[in-house]
């Protein structure tokens, strides 16, 4: 190759370099802009834009992160700015930015995280992840009435606080329908495998699955020997959700540490002492069961034909109900890890 | 003071001439090494995205913790939380992807080109190489610790178990128990990070190496680089080189800010997906072992890899060397099997799909279902194919391009057919949807 036609190949290769590196850094620069128009970076200039009272458009935010009862890292409020600000509880606020509605009750984000309550993943700041399940893309029922009525079984006894109905109706048609003889709660009250497969992570399937499973079970399952429940939930589709409601309460894990959870969760630690009120925990003989299914299902277990004293029960344990004690994987539906505990 | 620093005409030409980069490279290089269809700068993008791979995933092992309570956790805060985390993440992970696909290029290119020839030690390093870059995918596969990944790595460690003997240990060594569990990860990321990224570079700088100590790229025994035109490597190489990796890097940052890396739900360890899949580089092997488990499982791969590695000692044919598909009067052989393969592999395909085959087979004792398969039909074909082309063109170089254009598209069409394959591993078309029959 002669000299000159070497210096214009290398004068050639320069140019391109150039316009190469130059490329490179354009895209770098692109980088850098995309990671600034993250979603929630754009959401916050926003709620800074709005001029609301109480922000100033200096004012730095960045990721805000709560904890949830299991020491979950919770970020939602890094977007939801607003969510603990009763003043912004205007309705001409934007859903982002608008306080937290009317029943929040005790239940406040910095101390028990918004993820607690509403599922979704409240690690993701990418609005879809977070609404939803990281595998699913889909909104987490939980999200909004009545589903979220789940969550409350991370804590409390269904029906135990005013505010959970329809999950305690789903608690109580697991039980009245007879679910529990094939699915039993053996599993920390959350499912197990017995004559029927387990159900703890059905209630992710939704609503359309559960109805098909349960007035015709071979559509889902082949072969399967389950008998329809055609007759009771047919027409029923409001009890088919509550029961729903109950089933996805089984897939959260429970909160064991909670402040709030009410004693009778304890069972798993002192099953005798949660009962029978004792000293230092030991057990004397007197029943004080409070559970909500005895009280209300009294006449149905025709609790009055031994106990003629009334409801409820409070004579000595000694005989130990053999309807409750026949029964007793029931108490599961609320209890976790009861089945164990000697009734 | 060394000489010349500060000599007359020190321009860059001549600074560039004292280069470390001339440790590497010669000062003149043979014009033939700069033009890009002689290696397609393969082996230039897969040191790149190596280099890249190294240095993104010390950003990642800032924030990464290796146990199953915490591996998702810090995965979600790099995806989510952390600045430029989803990018570094990307970068990562995409590399990561390129560099599979580009090595195997690179490993075709040097066979297609006859590049092997009398370089028995850099042919060995560099197939090492790759299936370190393979061991390399597959272990960080396992590390964000999400459904896909739980599942995909416990479908691949099965995989395992279809080698004779020791097959069923090497698993137990690998996850440090029966299945994928804290064991498991700590060791998967032992060999990510320290233990295969360190060997790789030894047999990096080793490959390198040998490069130079074999006289540059392959070409023509007898023709040194006197007999050849040839130019300074600065700036007609270096520039070029350059070029290349500022273009890789470019592409890089550029899929990586757009397509973000895949994250799915936190691993549910009693329920895998359906379809449960390898990660891709894998699915030839798991698609062959849906076939026949010791064919798809032990002989196809085993046969394959001892083939690769003997090959240099095998076949020394100096004809040829450093031409694509070797002698141009005998490349015809190569096109023509190639369709040949793609006919047998539709036509094995095709008969395996039919219900009435299946059945019939499955009504025979398990040896006919070894013999009689997709996997099974490919190596009998590679296999004749060698043979007949040895007899009738009357050259090994040819004979080995010839079969081992038959193992490519066997490779290749197994991938994209399990690649296809839908729930209960049944056959779908990409445009169809995903449903059972019946």
């Known amino acids: ?343 | 003071m060394r000489p010349g620093a500060h000599a007359e005409g020190d321009t860059l030409t001549h600074r560039m001439r004292r280069n470390f980069l001339f440790h590497l490279h010669p000062v003149q290089v043979p014009t033939r090494t700069l033009r890009p269809t002689t290696t397609l700068g393969l082996g230039v993008i897969t040191l790149t995205l190596f280099l890249v791979l190294a240095a993104s995933g010390v950003l990642l092992m800032v924030y990464y913790v290796p146990t199953p309570r915490e591996a998702y956790s810090s995965t979600q805060d790099l995806q989510y939380a952390v600045t430029f985390g989803a990018f570094v993440r990307a970068l990562h992970r995409w590399a990561g992807h390129a560099m599979v696909l580009t090595a195997f290029l690179h490993l075709l290119r040097v066979f297609f080109t006859g590049a092997y020839f009398r370089r028995e030690l850099n042919w060995t390093l560099g197939l090492g190489l790759f299936l370190l870059t393979l061991g390399l995918a597959f272990t960080g596969y396992l590390l964000p610790w999400d459904q896909l990944s739980f599942w995909a790595v416990s479908v691949s460690a099965n995989l395992l178990d279809y080698i004779p003997w020791i097959g069923g240990s090497l698993k137990r060594v690998l996850l440090g128990g029966h299945g994928v569990s804290q064991a498991a990860l700590i060791r998967f990321y032992m060999l990510h990070v320290a233990f295969l990224p360190g060997l790789m570079l030894g047999l990096v700088l080793l490959h390198l190496w040998r490069i130079r100590k074999d006289g540059g790229l392959a070409r023509e025994p007898g023709k040194g680089p006197v007999d050849l035109p040839t130019l300074p490597a600065w700036p007609h190489l270096l520039l070029r080189e350059a070029i290349l990796i500022i273009v890789v890097l470019t592409l890089l940052c550029l899929v990586a800010t757009f397509v973000s890396a895949p994250l799915g739900g936190p691993p549910d360890i009693h329920n895998p997906s359906n379809p449960e899949k390898t990660p891709w580089y894998f699915l030839w092997v798991q698609e062959m072992v849906s076939y026949s488990a010791p064919v798809g499982g032990f002989i196809f791969p085993g046969f394959v890899l001892v083939s690769l590695f003997l090959l240099p000692f095998l076949e020394r044919e100096p004809e040829g060397v450093g031409r694509w598909f070797g002698m141009p009067g005998k490349r015809v052989a190569v096109v023509v099997s190639m369709v040949l393969a793609l006919c047998f592999f539709v036509l094995f395909e095709w008969m395996f799909m039919k219900q009435g085959v299946v059945s019939w087979l499955s009504a025979r004792p398990p040896l006919f279902r070894d013999l009689l398969n997709p996997a099974s039909g490919m190596l009998l074909v590679a296999v004749f194919h060698f043979a007949a082309t040895g007899v009738l063109v009357r050259s090994t170089r040819t004979a080995c391009l010839v079969a081992v254009m038959v193992l490519v598209v066997a490779v290749v069409g197994f991938t994209v057919v399990a690649w296809c394959r839908g729930p209960m591993w049944i056959f779908f078309w990409p445009w169809e949807e995903w449903a059972l029959a019946g």
């Open chain 1, 1 to 343: 190759m002669p000299d000159d036609e070497r210096e214009r190949e290398h004068r050639r290769l320069r140019v391109c370099f150039l316009i190469a590196a130059g490329a490179l850094l354009c895209v770098l620069v692109l980088v850098v802009i995309r990671a600034e128009q993250a979603p929630w970076r754009v959401l916050q200039k926003e709620f800074l834009g709005m001029g609301l009272p109480g922000t100033d458009e200096e004012m730095e935010l960045g990721i805000r992160q709560y904890y949830t009862c299991a020491s979950e890292v919770d970020r939602c409020s890094t977007c939801h700015l607003g969510i603990e600000r009763r003043d912004l509880g205007d309705d001409n606020i934007p859903i982002p930015f608008r306080a937290h509605g009317p029943g929040l009750g005790g239940h406040l984000p910095n101390r028990i995280g918004c993820s607690s309550c509403h599922g979704g993943s409240g690690r993701a700041l990418d609005p879809g992840v977070a609404h939803g399940l990281a595998d699913a893309r889909a909104k987490d029922p939980l999200m909004g009435q009545p589903h979220i009525q789940a969550s409350c079984a991370r804590c409390h006894v269904p029906g135990a606080r005013e505010g959970q109905e329809r999950l305690e109706q789903g608690a109580w048609l697991y039980l009245g329908l007879g679910c529990l003889l094939c699915h039993p709660l053996t599993d920390g009250g959350r499912g197990g495998l017995d004559f029927g497969p387990d159900l703890k992570m059905i209630g992710r399937k939704g609503l359309g699955y559960l109805k098909t499973s349960l007035i015709e079970p071979n559509e889902n399952f082949p072969g399967s020997t389950m008998p329809s429940f055609r007759l009771a939930l047919d027409k029923e589709l409001e009890a088919t959700e509550n029961l729903l409601i109950y089933l996805e309460s089984l897939v959260l894990d429970r909160y064991p540490a909670c402040g709030t959870r009410e004693k009778s969760q304890g069972m798993v630690g002192k099953p005798c002492a949660t009962c029978h009120a004792g000293q230092e925990g030991r057990a004397s003989g007197r029943l004080k069961h409070r559970c909500t299914y005895i009280l209300r299902g009294a006449a149905e277990l025709r609790c009055t034909n031994c106990h003629s004293s009334g409801i409820p029960p409070t004579g000595r344990g000694q005989g130990y109900c053999p309807l409750v004690k026949q029964h007793r994987e029931g108490c599961s539906a609320c209890h976790d890890g009861a089945a164990r505990a000697p009734m």
